[in-house]
């Protein structure tokens, strides 16, 4: 699986025609070939010219055989009347091949002691995806330049993308958006509609023709769903949840699940380990481009490794998540729980329960909270519920109210005036 002749053309295009190509070492298998790429290679770093005299001073022996190696490369090129895209291209193929099949020779050998078999897979899936990308020119700094100063030119238009945006207008004024790469955390106690902001986040975006994945660890399938259909068909959950609807409810009720049962989503309640998730994140964004992963909550992942304490476990499982957000490009949104003394105050970074950690590891964290405590919260059936965003890596911080609707499990924007 490889061309001698063809990695000599390729080193004539480098010599002689000065072509800057995108190559490394192990693109060459003659050890010849290897020495010339390499002596290339040095010269181009100490910013010296490249021609036979100096390869073969960096080289340092046998200068006659290789003059006479480096000669005999333009009658071949001429022979073959080969061009550099197509010589280029060719050893790239043959690298290819040759790392495919290695990959696939230590897969023989490691698959007989694995035991996180799928996991296992996902990152041979990943690794050959590396392989294929190989050959792809990397980007210059000038290239970066120019494609941020597009993105700053399309937004001065209004043409940015938007699809990424949560829907509540002034988180979105100050943070843009979720952000791919990133890992938001959304904390707050029980009761306060954690769970329904993530899933209205979730609809809107899915609704933009992004993949989401929701895991949770907390309520079934069918509570899920049951949110997401109250809020869209703006008929009491719990009307739903006892099946206690009047003809109208019922009408509006199956017509908002024919129209959510198409949009872009996927809930597993079956995972509950960080391994388990990663392996449930690389699957679907293999094979479906994930665009945005959900996970309800944080503090239920357990982790297969042992620690010392569930801290270092909640460090461990949030590294991961935030790991995942980097390597799969999307965004990742936790839910956490807070401690119990939240409840009594506006939360602060040192309320995130069982981990300083998350807080760490977080590029966003966002708080959850009543703006008024009354002894009778759970029998309201509305009220106003701060957002407050207390970490943005990457932008300022913002403090704004919704109206938490909780017959219709649904955050709305406050009308302005």
Do not use: W
């Amino acid at each position: 699986m490889f061309d001698e002749e063809l990695e000599r053309i390729v080193l004539y295009y480098i010599i002689f025609e000065q072509e800057e190509l995108e190559l490394e070492i192990d693109d060459f298998i003659s050890l010849k070939n290897q020495k010339i790429y390499k002596a290339i290679n040095t010269l181009k770093n100490k910013k010296k010219e490249i021609n036979i005299k100096s390869i073969c001073q960096e080289i340092g022996k046998n200068e006659a055989d290789i003059v006479e190696y480096i000669s005999q490369m333009q009658d071949e090129t001429y022979k073959y009347k080969c061009s550099v895209d197509y010589a280029f291209n060719k050893i790239k193929e043959l690298t290819k091949k040759r790392k495919t099949f290695n990959l696939i020779q230590k897969m023989q050998e490691e698959i007989k002691n694995v035991d996180e078999i799928e996991l296992y897979i996902e990152k041979n899936i990943k690794e050959l995806n590396q392989i294929n990308s190989r050959g792809q020119q990397e980007k210059s700094f000038l290239d970066m330049v120019v494609d941020t100063t597009n993105i700053i030119e399309q937004k001065m238009k209004n043409e940015y993308d938007y699809k990424l945006y949560t829907g509540f207008m002034d988180l979105d004024k100050v943070t843009n958006g979720l952000h791919e790469e990133e890992l938001t955390v959304i904390g707050a106690r029980p009761g306060v509609g954690k769970t329904t902001f993530a899933l209205q986040i979730a609809e809107k975006i899915a609704r933009n023709g992004l993949k989401v994945a929701i895991v949770s660890l907390e309520m079934s399938e069918n509570q899920i769903i049951q949110k997401i259909i109250s809020r869209r068909a703006g008929v009491d959950s719990n009307k739903i949840r006892k099946g206690s609807l009047n003809d109208i409810e019922a009408q509006k009720v199956t017509v908002s699940a024919m129209e959510i049962a198409d949009l872009p989503i996927t809930i597993t309640t079956k995972t509950r380990t960080i391994e388990q998730i990663e392996i449930f994140a690389r699957k679907l964004k293999n094979k479906e481009n994930l665009g945005l992963l959900i996970i309800d909550y944080i503090q239920l992942i357990k982790s297969k490794n042992k620690f010392n304490s569930r801290e270092q476990e909640v460090a461990e499982i949030t590294r991961t998540l935030k790991l995942l957000s980097l390597e799969l490009k999307i965004p990742v949104i936790g839910l956490c729980q807070l401690n119990r003394n939240a409840s009594r105050n506006e939360p602060t970074l040192a309320d995130l329960r069982e981990s300083g950690a998350i807080e760490q590891d977080a590029d966003n964290v966002i708080f959850l909270y009543r703006e008024k405590e009354t002894e009778n919260d759970e029998e309201l059936t509305s009220e106003n519920i701060i957002v407050d965003l207390q970490k943005q890596r990457a932008g300022g911080l913002t403090r704004v109210t919704l109206k938490f609707v909780k017959t219709f499990s649904e955050f709305r924007n406050l009308v302005r005036r």
